[in-house]
C-alpha cells in the first residue's frame, strides 16, 4: 500500500542518516592518530623533549572547550549537515598544517601550533551537530542502543586511527628505502640525518587526510540536506 511504502522509505531515510553520522564519526575519530604521528615527528625528528612537544598542543584542548557551544549553534542555525561538513574540512586543513615535515624545526612550530588549534576547532564544530544527526534520527525505542553504537564508534575510530598511522609511521621510518621517492617531490631543508621519519611523518599524515576526504564523503551522501532552522 502507499502508506506502507511511505513508511518504508522513511526507515530507509532514517537507517541511512544514522549510518552515515556514525561513519563519519569512526572515521573523523580516527585521524586522533595525527595527534600521535606529530608529535612522534617533532620529538623524533626534532630532538624535542616530550615537554616541549606537549606544549604545541594546548591550543587544541582550548579549541575544543572554546567552540564545543558554537557547533551546537551552528546545528540550531544550519541544521546538522553543514557544520559536520565544515568541521571535517577544518579538521583536515589543520592536518595539512601538519604535514609540512620538509620545513625547519622553527617554521614547523608555528605551523602545528596553528594546526593542533584548528584540529580541536574542527572537532568541536563536528562533535554536537553529529551527535545529533545520528540520534535524533531514531525512533524513540532504538534510541539507547543507537548511542551505545554511535560512542563506540568513537572509541574504535580512535584506535584503529592511532594503530594504523602508527604502523604507517613506524614501518615507513624503519625502512627509509621505501619512501626515498619522495626527495623527489619534496625538498627537505635543514638536517638530512633524520629524512626517515619525516619523510614517514608526511606519508602516515596524508593517510588521515584521506580518511577525513571518505568521511565527508559519507556526511554528503547520507545526512540529508536542512533549512535554515530559527533558534
Not at 568541536?124 to 553529529?130: L, W
Not at 619525516?198 to 606519508?203: F, P
Request: glycine share 10%; aromatic share 8%.
Amino acid at each position: 500500500s502507499l502508506a506502507h511504502r511511505s513508511r518504508f522509505r522513511r526507515e530507509e531515510s532514517i537507517s541511512l542518516t544514522y549510518t552515515g553520522a556514525t561513519t563519519s564519526n569512526f572515521l573523523l575519530n580516527g585521524v586522533a592518530g595525527t595527534l600521535l604521528v606529530s608529535l612522534q615527528l617533532v620529538q623524533l625528528g626534532g630532538s624535542m623533549t616530550a615537554q616541549q612537544a606537549g606544549t604545541l598542543t594546548l591550543g587544541y584542548a582550548v579549541a575544543i572547550i572554546a567552540f564545543i557551544r558554537v557547533g551546537e549553534k551552528l546545528l540550531q542555525r544550519f541544521g546538522a549537515r553543514r557544520p559536520m561538513i565544515w568541521g571535517c574540512l577544518i579538521t583536515g586543513l589543520a592536518i595539512v598544517l601538519l604535514s609540512p615535515a620538509n620545513l625547519m624545526l622553527a617554521d614547523y612550530k608555528v605551523l602545528a601550533m596553528i594546526g593542533y588549534t584548528l584540529f580541536g576547532v574542527g572537532l568541536a564544530f563536528y562533535a554536537t551537530p553529529s551527535t545529533d544527526a545520528a540520534l535524533s534520527s531514531l525512533p524513540a525505542a532504538q534510541a539507547g542502543s543507537g548511542a551505545g553504537i554511535y560512542k563506540m564508534a568513537s572509541s574504535l575510530g580512535a584506535a584503529f586511527g592511532v594503530a594504523i598511522s602508527a604502523a604507517i609511521f613506524t614501518a615507513l621510518s624503519a625502512n627509509p628505502e621505501s619512501v626515498t621517492w619522495l626527495e623527489g617531490v619534496i625538498t627537505f631543508v635543514g638536517r638530512q640525518d633524520n629524512l626517515a621519519v619525516r619523510e614517514a611523518a608526511v606519508i602516515a599524515l596524508m593517510f588521515n587526510v584521506f580518511m577525513v576526504l571518505v568521511a565527508i564523503l559519507s556526511i554528503m551522501l547520507t545526512v540529508p540536506k536542512a533549512g535554515a532552522r530559527k533558534d
